[in-house]
């Protein structure tokens, strides 16, 4: 039995300190990269599906401006843009301990990414008006399909960082703890980054 | 969580400038009446460029471990190899 403490001296589950330091990242950060690794899969199944039915079928799409509205969607975005610069803000201010920076930041994020999403609404709501539905053909249905689930990760998202604002006045962040914050903005910055190439290989191409 | 003693905040505002730069950059190439051919590999090119600042500076990969770098690359080949499988499935 002398073996038997042993073991409960030094867990057999736990690799000995200071020989495996894993990925050098707290769980919660390495369980969020292991999903956008996921999630890259994901958007890479419907870009690339894109791609061969493109390709395939170069006469269902038509010109750039053509049929979708670039103008109002470049504006949308640079809002995204602009909503990530705001979400790397609130993490740097909580870095350094600014909690009221932290709380003005996340705010602005909310807000812009919000009104991304409602933008998008009206979008959908003008070209469904103009003819343009889901069931127009190739062009239609991918269209909606991959721009449909971006916007869907984006309100996710939103709702995400509605509570961690919540959260962020309640006081749960800090300097020494600001898990909650670079999680949900590995997420955001990782929705504004599929939207980069979205926007270039739906509306610009 | 351990207090981190984390390096010096990488010039957001700069990165954030040179993502709205290219994006006017794109919008403007978009519609030059050059060939097809041209346009789409600059757009992508200028495209890949932004997204690949967004994940070292915004997501800061470029500051993370090695291990972790590898991680966030590593669906990338998955994705080529899914790619390709589909275009080589389908017929036309």
Redesign the interface.
């Known amino acids: 039995m002398a073996h038997a403490g042993a073991l409960h001296d030094e867990d057999v589950m736990l690799p000995p300190p200071g020989r495996e330091p894993g990925a050098g990242v707290y769980n919660e950060k390495l369980g969020m990269w292991v999903f956008l690794g996921s999630e890259i899969m994901f958007f890479t199944a419907l870009i690339g599906t894109y791609i061969i039915l493109r390709v395939a079928h170069p006469t269902a799409w038509k010109a750039p401006g053509e049929v979708l509205a670039v103008p109002i969607t470049a504006i949308n975005t640079f809002l995204l843009i602009c909503s990530s610069v705001t979400m790397v803000k609130a993490f740097a201010a909580v870095q350094d301990g600014n909690l009221s920076g932290l709380r003005k930041w996340l705010i602005a994020t909310v807000l812009i990414g919000s009104t991304f999403v409602g933008v998008q609404v009206y979008e959908y709501r003008h070209l469904i008006e103009k003819g343009f539905v889901p069931s127009e053909g190739l062009y239609g249905s991918t269209f909606y399909t991959m721009t449909g689930f971006h916007g869907f990760h984006v309100t996710i998202g939103v709702i995400c960082l509605i509570f961690v604002t919540w959260r962020a006045f309640q006081g749960r962040y800090s300097a020494k703890d600001y898990r909650g914050v670079e999680v949900i903005g590995l997420y955001w910055h990782f929705v504004d980054l599929v939207w980069i190439i979205l926007f270039t290989i739906v509306y610009l191409i | ?3 981190v003693k ?1 390096a010096p ?1 990488p010039n ?2 700069a ?2 400038i040179a ?2 730069v290219l ?1 006017g950059l ?2 403007f190439i ?2 030059l009446p050059w060939s097809q051919m041209t ?2 590999l600059i ?2 090119g ?3 460029w ?2 690949v600042m ?2 070292l ?3 800061h990969l470029r500051f ?2 090695q ?2 770098r590898w ?2 690359v ?3 080949p ?2 080529v190899i ?2 390709f499988i ?2 080589r499935e ?1 017929r ?1």
């Open positions: 969580m351990e207090e984390h905040h957001y505002i990165v954030f993502l709205g994006t794109e919008l978009a519609f346009r789409v757009l992508i200028l495209a890949v932004k997204a967004v994940a500076y915004y997501m993370e471990p291990r972790l991680l966030a590593a669906p990338l998955l994705a899914l790619v589909v275009t389908f036309w």
